[in-house]
């Protein structure tokens, strides 16, 4: 990076972005488009002039060159907000469309983690230093030195699954696995003793975790902020989560101790208990059930009322976070991950059920109802308020057993 930004402190991200202006203006002009045209826009709390007097955000750099009647530039925007308030911040940037009386674009360059260039000049600088000890290391130091770095490889981060997340060294040996929301949140809980955990980078929950949280008792734990939040709705919508934790309100997962994190464990609240909005009441702990394996999911008996293709489709893709599309002649015509399901399902016509590896949602249950679906068949039924009475809302239990 070239410029400096150690006045930010607290800096943690580094947004810039690229603007083009079909005419020749002024950095003031740039700037002044950037703070009008973003007010009110993502209300008070993410309002840029806001995030500024609270130093949330940094000064607003644009470096700016007019050029045949056109001018090109790059904005710089220090952040130290968190990852998802700095995409949000990022987009609202990208909805400037005029500077001054002219027309202009702009699009997201980079987003730099200010917190790497200071690890990687850490790892640099502790090289230097280790060589030039090296020629004073003793035996019993070296021996030291090999317990430590020993030591260090327990708890060493891999990546995990065919998406590659960030995750601990025994996320396969465990009954249990705690969902976390980066890898910054990983590297904590690993350095405080927590080896089964495992991150979802983003609120794009993958295919990993979705198939984890089926065959292992899953904890989610996020941050207690309003990116915690957007998480945990798509986890509960996607996968089956058997316990929420969150951080401390205004707190994140990667900045807290050991005790923090026990207490927070400790005081998990059951999934039953948080979709039926407990989360004042006492918080208990619960003993955890086991899931039912593929095997224990085999058809017993048939129910009448739902046709066979769609009872076979429920066999055949148990555990593979796959959903199958059936017109009204019953034969099979579009198949997708479940992850795409809900707004593909909204651009398709023609539909008369579906089998899906994944959680009835209220939002899915009232598309399907919108689009005249007879039959909605998934592996569990989500926290559905209010039933469409147009529509059959059926688990793989209801008609495999």
């Not at 994140?252 to 101790?257: A, M």
């Amino acid at each position: 990076m070239n410029e400096n930004f150690e006045s930010y402190s607290t800096t943690k991200y580094v947004v810039r972005a690229k603007i083009e202006v079909e005419g020749v203006v002024e950095k003031s002009d740039v700037v002044g488009a950037i703070f009008g045209q973003t007010e009110g826009l993502l209300g008070e709390e993410l309002d840029i002039r806001e995030l500024q007097k609270t130093g949330r955000i940094g000064r607003i750099q644009v470096s700016i060159d007019s050029k045949g009647g056109k001018s090109t530039g790059i904005i710089t925007i220090p952040s130290s907000l968190d990852k998802i308030e700095t995409a949000i911040l990022t987009a609202a940037l990208e909805t400037v469309d005029r500077v001054g009386p002219c027309l202009a674009h702009v699009s997201m360059a980079k987003i730099e983690d200010v917190r790497d260039e200071k690890r990687k000049n850490i790892i640099n600088r502790a090289t230097q230093i280790l060589r030039a000890w090296e020629d004073d290391v003793i035996p019993e130091s070296q021996r030291i030195s090999e317990e430590v770095i020993k030591a260090a490889r327990l708890g060493v981060i891999m990546k995990y699954g065919k998406d590659q997340l960030p995750a601990g060294p025994e996320i396969n040996e465990s009954e249990t696995i705690i969902i976390v929301e980066g890898r910054a949140d990983v590297l904590n809980l690993l350095k405080h003793g927590f080896r089964n955990v495992i991150a979802v980078e983003g609120t794009s929950i993958p295919d990993t975790i979705v198939t984890l949280s089926r065959k292992k008792t899953a904890i989610a734990f996020v941050d207690g902020d309003r990116g915690g939040e957007l998480v945990l709705k798509e986890l509960l919508q996607l996968t089956e989560i058997d316990y929420v934790a969150r951080a401390p309100p205004n707190r994140e997962v990667e900045e807290l101790s050991r005790k923090e994190i026990i207490k927070e464990l400790r005081n998990k609240i059951p999934i039953e208990q948080y979709l039926e909005g407990q989360q004042d009441k006492p918080r208990m702990e619960v003993k955890s059930v086991k899931k039912p394996t593929k095997e224990s999911t085999k058809k017993k008996k048939k129910t009448p009322k739902v046709p066979e293709p769609l009872i076979e489709s429920a066999e055949n893709i148990t555990e593979t976070s796959e959903a199958v599309l059936f017109g009204e002649e019953l034969n099979s015509i579009d198949s997708m991950p479940v992850s795409e399901l809900t707004n593909k399902l909204q651009s398709i016509e023609g539909v008369y059920a579906i089998v899906f590896d994944g959680v009835i949602t209220q939002r899915l249950s009232d598309i399907a109802s919108e689009k005249n679906i007879k039959y909605l068949i998934g592996a569990r039924l989500g926290n559905i308020t209010k039933k469409p009475l147009d529509i059959e809302l059926l688990t793989f239990h209801d008609i495999l057993t």
